[in-house]
């Protein structure tokens, strides 16, 4: 397993999961610092794909693109965006193979929102990865009262148009959920 910043994941387990081929699109909505998924997601779909590293920290945006520039990564596209508004992320409906939402529905109170923004970028049959924390306490992450219900996820995603096709522990201190667009 790798460590990041966000906990212990395993990057590698996760992104398998995901069955990411080269040249697919991808967006990491809420995506953090440049190492935790954004590099690896660029390395995983080479320089015919594209991956729009998603972030409402303009800081986080700039430091992204300085990175990518550094790494010669020129399929990365560092975008500025409240995910919390329908259309805030300016990526064409239906464009992408592969959303990845992580740690990011804890800190919202529009979480319906940003699902109903996260799906309307994913292409029919696109996979939709949703990362977040455990219910239960742990050393790391937000209160346990501001931590989203997976059941509760399941239900919302499923009257939104998507199909649980995967559900695993990505470390332990969090969940994941693989949706289908249907």
């Known amino acids: 397993m790798e460590k990041n910043n966000y906990g212990i994941f395993d990057i590698n387990l996760i992104l398998n999961k995901l069955k990411i081929k080269e040249s697919f699109k991808i967006a990491d909505l809420g995506c953090g610092k440049f190492e935790y998924f954004v590099k690896p997601l660029a390395e995983r779909v080479g320089s015919d794909g594209l991956v729009y590293a998603v972030d409402i920290l303009q800081d986080t945006v700039e430091d992204i693109k300085k990175s990518a520039w550094q790494y010669n990564l020129k399929h990365i596209k560092a975008i500025w965006s409240d995910l919390e508004v329908y259309r805030g992320t300016k990526i064409n409906s239906s464009s992408l193979d592969r959303v990845l939402l992580i740690n990011v529905l804890n800190q919202s109170q529009k979480k319906k929102e940003i699902l109903q923004e996260a799906i309307r970028i994913l292409k029919t049959n696109g996979l939709f990865l949703i990362i977040d924390w455990q ?40 969940f994941a959920l693989i949706f289908n667009k249907l």
């Not at 501001?146 to 009257?159: D, F, G």
């Open 135 to 174: 219910l239960t306490a742990s050393p790391l992450g937000p209160e346990p009262n501001r931590r989203v219900n997976p059941e509760t996820l399941k239900e919302v995603a499923s009257r939104l148009g998507l199909k649980l096709v995967d559900e695993f522990n990505p470390g332990p201190y969090h």
